[in-house]
């Protein structure tokens, strides 16, 4: 059907039923997100539900907490965070709830080593002479 190829949830059509309230009747817009009338003020009026709240909540002191932690925090430590405050909340809910709200935390920068190859080559060395101007490659063989 033309109508589900986008597969909007409720949600979303009830807030488009809602933001073009000044621009089209009421049955007008339900009938064309197929929405009943009683559907969409039983909506209007409902309360979110426990787990939705807790969400918010939860979703705040995240926030908090990576900010606390210069964004370097990831989901397992914000949970010991919030554990240390008193929540309880699983690392996977913890990790849900920043996919959702996109939080990331800052990923460490590559180290920059030398491979163990160019250390023991560096380290044998005789002097300067012929060695690279970068001081960890081998000597050439233009040695005199």
């Known amino acids: 059907m033309a109508g589900e190829v986008f597969r909007e949830g409720k949600p979303t059509r009830f807030?488009?039923?809602?933001?073009?309230?000044d621009a089209y009747p009421?049955?007008?817009?339900?009938?064309?997100?197929?929405?009943?009338?009683?559907g969409y003020h039983a909506r209007a009026v409902r309360e979110d539900c426990d787990r939705v709240r807790e969400d918010r909540v939860i979703s705040a002191n995240v926030a908090a907490a990576i900010e606390r932690s210069g964004w370097t925090y990831g989901s397992p430590r914000i949970r010991i965070d919030l554990h240390e405050d008193g929540m309880r909340v699983?690392?996977?809910r913890i990790?849900?709830?920043m996919r959702k709200d996109g939080l990331v935390a800052r990923?460490?920068?590559?180290?920059?080593t030398m491979?163990?190859?160019?250390?023991l080559i560096g380290?044998?060395?005789?002097?300067?002479?012929?060695s690279s101007p970068h001081g960890y490659?081998?000597?050439?063989g233009s040695q005199a």
């Open 15 to 21: 807030a488009f039923i809602h933001s073009e309230r």
């Open 26 to 38: 009421i049955s007008v817009r339900c009938r064309v997100k197929r929405v009943t009338r009683t």
């Open 90 to 92: 699983g690392q996977s």
């Open 95 to 97: 990790a849900w709830i």
């Open 107 to 112: 990923r460490k920068k590559a180290s920059r």
């Open 115 to 119: 491979p163990a190859s160019a250390r």
């Open 123 to 130: 380290s044998r060395r005789t002097g300067s002479t012929g």
């Open 137 to 140: 490659l081998a000597a050439s």
